[in-house]
């Protein structure tokens, strides 16, 4: 049925249709097909067994409006945000752009949502039924970006499975500077300062710029490792990447998601990995839309893979689609479960 209605769908003004998807969602009018589950795909992260390993995305649902909704569609990992301290819009619309010929989308949002104490308030009110993740970062107009993300921690550590600490997004200014060592380093510390005084051992993860150096790599994974971070979101957005898009949207400024970021993801997923070893889980992200690409994610170094712009181009139905077809290619491989393929690409 999506096929038959995507082009009408994608009419309209991208931010709009946006905003019905997540009315549709919280009204429950999309239909969930019967969840395909299958020993072969479950899997476990932060302590925590889920059916699969499909999630969505931080950006889907910024405000933590309709992540049961979600679980309800197959995705057995759901990461909410970016949530700011404070209620901010975000950057002057428009803001997203469609690149249908490239499977993409290029957005500079800037962190728009509705502020910690009404997300904190919303989730509350309505517990999460699965893996349930809080992506957070610092308002724009902020004067301390660390203090931001420890009001986040202190308002969200005790609610969720797990909490995301976005230093990657190319729509804030400056923030990427959190990928310098010593500028990381004192996040990490007083992330790790600000666990001990909440006495919370909520496992905290932390996404990865794509368009970071390969010098990097090696410092960014040592201090992940130090601070005993316990996964690596690889990655977000890139603002580079443009060459062989076709679409004329390709000029606009903001972070590019979808199928160009594939492969550029896989490499870093795999350049991380070697160095982490399995020590510190990651959470793959760029350019899934199939079993297939998810398939790549994971044997590249990614225990589980997170998704949103292939949801947009595939449908409602696509974290069952994928499950359905990574079935399908493990039992051709022979492979009992998908943890004995985390990383065997060398």
Do not use: W
Request: proline content about 3%.
């Amino acid at each position: 049925m999506f096929s038959k209605i995507r082009p009408f769908i994608f009419k309209l003004d991208p931010e709009f249709a946006h905003s019905l998807a997540i009315k549709a969602l919280k009204l429950n009018y999309y239909s969930s097909k019967k969840i395909k589950k299958d020993k072969s795909i479950e899997t476990k992260i932060f302590g925590k067994s889920i059916s699969n390993p499909i999630g969505i995305a931080a950006g889907f649902d910024k405000d933590a409006e309709v992540y049961n909704s979600l679980f309800k569609l197959g995705f057995s990992c759901v990461e909410v945000g970016t949530i700011t301290p404070k209620k901010q819009y975000g950057n002057t619309k428009p803001r997203i752009f469609r690149l249908e010929e490239d499977e993409a989308l290029i957005n500079r949002l800037g962190f728009n949502n509705s502020g910690a104490d009404t997300t904190r308030a919303r989730i509350t009110s309505n517990l999460p039924t699965g893996l349930f993740g809080i992506n957070i970062g610092p308002n724009q107009d902020t004067k301390n970006k660390i203090e931001d993300y420890l009001i986040c921690f202190r308002k969200f550590h005790n609610i969720c499975d797990y909490i995301t600490i976005n230093i990657s997004s190319p729509n804030t200014e400056n923030l990427r500077n959190f990928h310098n060592q010593e500028e990381l380093e004192d996040l990490l510390n007083s992330l790790q300062q600000e666990k001990k005084n909440l006495n919370t051992k909520v496992p905290i993860a932390i996404k990865i710029s794509p368009d970071i150096e390969d010098s990097f790599i090696d410092k960014i994974s040592n201090l992940l490792i130090k601070y005993n971070i316990s996964a690596a979101i690889i990655s977000n957005t890139t603002d580079k990447n443009r060459e062989n898009l076709r679409n004329i949207n390709k000029l606009e400024k903001g972070g590019l998601s979808g199928k160009p970021l594939n492969e550029k993801s896989n490499l870093l997923i795999n350049k991380f990995f070697k160095i982490l070893k399995n020590e510190i889980k990651i959470i793959g992200v760029g350019g899934v839309d199939s079993g297939e690409s998810a398939y790549e994610k994971i044997i590249n170094g990614a225990s589980i893979v997170q998704l949103y712009t292939g949801m947009i181009y595939n449908g409602p139905n696509i974290a069952n689609k994928i499950s359905g077809e990574l079935i399908d290619i493990l039992k051709n491989k022979g492979i009992k479960n998908i943890s004995e393929i985390i990383g065997i690409k060398k």
